[in-house]
């Protein structure tokens, strides 16, 4: 059990919709990262958020966005969906931001978008 | 960020050890050496990191190269759990990139 917590464990929705995924680092951890796992563009970093600030920025979508709160879990929301969003979403943590510093994952939120 | 290469796959035997190669010829003096894994249907895992010297823990051990262009990782007596997608990375700890780029792996297979 890496300590971090991400709900939902499963998404399906149809195209064109919102969703929000969910995620509670690791007790004491500041930074927040988000990855997107797709089977043709693999592990991809998407955004990390450091003591409630956007701090790096990857390939994320426009139509993505996401926020950390002052109890430090984040959330990704993700709008007008198409086929193509359909991935495993990843929440990974770390107490701060240092190269040395392992990054925790959680289990992922698996989203179908039908 | 600095390329890594791995092989695409490695079998090995449960009980026998096994040594995950990386190449990272580009590799700055700030980089660190970071290894995950990541099991079927689950979140990738932290294994190991280095700088220069070798380094062990539970899990596994790193040898580091001397010019450090390259790197193994040494599962000591492999299990069937070690079936996993194993992840070479560097990281550098001055570029301020705190963010993980993960490759394509190495896919270890353990036969019973």
């Known amino acids: 059990d890496s300590g971090v917590t991400q709900t939902p464990k499963h998404l399906i929705t149809a195209t064109g919709q919102r969703v929000t995924l969910r995620c509670s680092p690791r007790s004491g951890d500041l930074s927040v990262y988000w990855y997107q796992q797709s089977l043709d563009q693999g592990l991809q970093f998407l955004i990390q958020y450091y003591n409630g600030e956007e701090r790096a920025k990857g390939n994320i979508l426009e139509r993505f966005s996401a926020q950390q709160f002052p109890d430090l879990h984040s959330e990704l929301n993700l709008s007008s969906l198409e086929l193509g969003d359909s991935a495993l979403y990843f929440c990974a943590s770390s107490a701060g931001t240092a190269a040395n510093q392992p990054q925790h994952f959680g289990d992922g939120t698996r989203l179908s978008i039908l | 960020d600095a390329k890594t290469t791995q092989p695409n796959s490695m079998e090995s035997n449960e009980e026998e050890p096994v040594h995950l190669p990386c190449n990272h010829s580009?590799?700055?003096?700030?980089?660190?050496i970071h290894w995950y894994r990541q099991l079927p249907s689950q979140g990738p895992e932290y294994v190991i990191h280095g700088l220069t010297s070798n380094v062990n823990n539970r899990m596994a051990s790193l040898a580091i190269a001397e010019d450090r262009k390259s790197s193994t990782l040494i599962l000591h007596r492999a299990t069937l759990r070690d079936a996993a997608v194993y992840y070479c990375i560097l990281r550098d700890f001055q570029g301020g990139s705190e963010k993980l780029v993960f490759g394509k792996g190495t896919k270890l297979t353990v036969n019973p």
């Open positions: 580009t590799i700055s003096g700030t980089d660190y």
